[in-house]
C-alpha cells in the first residue's frame, strides 16, 4: 500500500525558507498517471491548495503563494519537494503532501507535519 | 477565499439525512470539472470521502453520495452515525486560477 510522509523543520524564523519533503514508500512516484501535491492547513482554518508537481517535472502554484513557491520531484529517491520563502506568522499551518489525480482527486495523504513560523 | 462556498456547518439527529452543498461557478465546478469530497477528522488528515462527483473508494460506507447540479455539487449523509461527526470539504479544479480548490469546509454535527 502506498504511503506518503512529510519530514522536515518544523520551526522556522521569519523572512526564512520552509523546507519540506515528501517520501513516497510502495509504490514509485514517476507512475503514469499521477501527480504529487502538498496543502496547508492554518490553525483553525480550512485546507488551503499549495502547488502540485506533475510526472514531467512541471509545476502549478496556487496563485496567491506563486512568487514564494518551489516544487520538485526527485524519481530516485521517490520524494518530492516544497520550499517556501520569505515566511511569516500567516505560514505557521499544518502541512499536508498528497497523491493526485484528475479523476480520483488527491486520493492518498501523509499524515502532515505541522510548521511553526516564529522568532 | 475559497472559490467554492460551504455552509459552516449542518447538524442532524442520528438516523437522519443531512446535505452539505459546494457551490462554485462556471470556471470550476459549472464547467464540468470533477468534485471530490473529504472527511477530515480532529488532527488527522483528511480522507478521500467521493470521486468524481459520485464514486466512492472501496471502504467508504454507501451512506455517502454525491451529486451535481448546474455550478453545484452537494455531499449527503443518510442514516447519520455518531463517528459522522467531522468536518467535510469539497475539492475541484478551477480554470481562472489554473489550479486546484477547497470547499470552505463544513462541520457537521450529530444531535
Known amino acids: 500500500q502506498l504511503q506518503l510522509q512529510e519530514s522536515g523543520s518544523g520551526l522556522v524564523k521569519p523572512s526564512q525558507t520552509l523546507s519540506l519533503t515528501c517520501t513516497v514508500s510502495g509504490g514509485a512516484i514517476n507512475t503514469g498517471g499521477y501527480s504529487w501535491s502538498w496543502i496547508r492547513q492554518s490553525p483553525g482554518q480550512g485546507l488551503e491548495w499549495i502547488g502540485t508537481v506533475y510526472p514531467t517535472g512541471s509545476t502549478h502554484f496556487n496563485p496567491s503563494l506563486k512568487s514564494r513557491v518551489t516544487m520538485s520531484a526527485d524519481g530516485s529517491n521517490n520524494q518530492f519537494s516544497l520550499r517556501l520563502t520569505s515566511v511569516t506568522a500567516a505560514d505557521t499551518a499544518v502541512y499536508f503532501c498528497?497523491?493526485?489525480?484528475?479523476?480520483?482527486?488527491?486520493?492518498?495523504w501523509g499524515q502532515g507535519t505541522t510548521i511553526t513560523v516564529s522568532s | 477565499q475559497s472559490v467554492l462556498t460551504q455552509p459552516p456547518s449542518v447538524s442532524g439527529a442520528p438516523g437522519q439525512r443531512v446535505t452539505i452543498s459546494c457551490t462554485g461557478g462556471?470556471?470550476?465546478?459549472?464547467?464540468?470539472?470533477?468534485v471530490h469530497w473529504y472527511q477530515q477528522l480532529p488532527g488527522t488528515a483528511p480522507k478521500l470521502l467521493i470521486y468524481?462527483?459520485?464514486h466512492r473508494p472501496s471502504g467508504v460506507p454507501d451512506r455517502f453520495s454525491g451529486s451535481r447540479s448546474g455550478t453545484s455539487a452537494s455531499l449527503a449523509i443518510t442514516g447519520l452515525q455518531a463517528e459522522d461527526e467531522s468536518d467535510y470539504y469539497c475539492?475541484?479544479?478551477?480554470?481562472?486560477?489554473?489550479?486546484?480548490?477547497f470547499g470552505t469546509g463544513t462541520k457537521v454535527t450529530v444531535l
Open positions: 475539492l475541484s479544479y478551477d480554470s481562472s486560477l489554473s489550479g486546484y480548490v
Open positions: 462556471s470556471s470550476n465546478i459549472g464547467a464540468g470539472y470533477d
Open positions: 468524481g462527483w459520485r
Open positions: 498528497a497523491r493526485n489525480n484528475s479523476h480520483f482527486g488527491m486520493d492518498l
